[in-house]
């Protein structure tokens, strides 16, 4: 007992023991430091950034100092830094060959990062996901769905894609296509479409609503009714407006008609007779 007492002893007195309490010390400072540092510089230079850069700020900043902190507490182990630096470099270069995928994805979001079609808190939509994003790292986009659904796109896959960034721009269009009866008056129906706009109090006066004839289909008249409004307005005027119009035409008489059929058999033959069966 006496002898592992002294070993204990010894060993807590040892140089190796106070090398590794430095390092330990050393980490615990840089983590703090790097805390401290990243939430400052975010405070006082991230008020003229936007969300995107500024959590590109944060993050640089942290893991610099954080290195920094590591590589001082990996000296006072003893490690020889020339070698690990060497070794962490060959293996850089097979985990790169290894992961091409993962090479691919960054070097991607490198491009993102430069070009910026979008950025953080943007509503953008990726073929058939639609999301707000989250975050814009190295490897990946991190998106919310609208449905509360975490959604997680390599970026490759944007850099190879058509992205669209729904809140680029303060204002969007909304297009809203209606049928009417062959026997409607256009001049009428114009009219009232205008008239459901200037009382929408989210549809923007400036741009103007268009109206725009689509054509003659095969049951009714296809129109498109175009209206502005806010971006965190547009749902709101996507329904406001189908509902306005609807109770409109309704008190105006104007029939919104379902598809029609027409059953011809030549010009000489009589019509096809139809008989009505009461159900018993």
Known sequence: ????????????????????????VLLTIGIMLAKLVSATAVKIVGQSMDSHKSMLLKRGSYYLILLLFLISALHELGFNLSVLLGAAGLLSVAIGFASQTSASNLISGLFLVAERPFSVGDVIRVGSTTGEVLSIDLLSVKLRTYDNLFVRLPNESLIKSEVTTLTRFPIRRLDIKVGVAYREDLKKVRSILAEVADKNP??????????MFQGFGESSMDIQYSVWAKRENFLDLKNSMHEEIKL???ANGIEIPFPHRTLYSGSVTDPFPVKSVKSR
Do not use: T
């Open 202 to 211: 989210i549809c923007l006066e400036e741009p103007k609503p268009q109206y």
């Open 248 to 250: 409109a035409f309704d």
């Open 1 to 24: 007992m006496p002898e592992i007492w002294n070993d204990m002893v010894n060993f807590f007195i040892s140089d190796k023991m106070w090398s590794l309490l430095r390092a330990f």
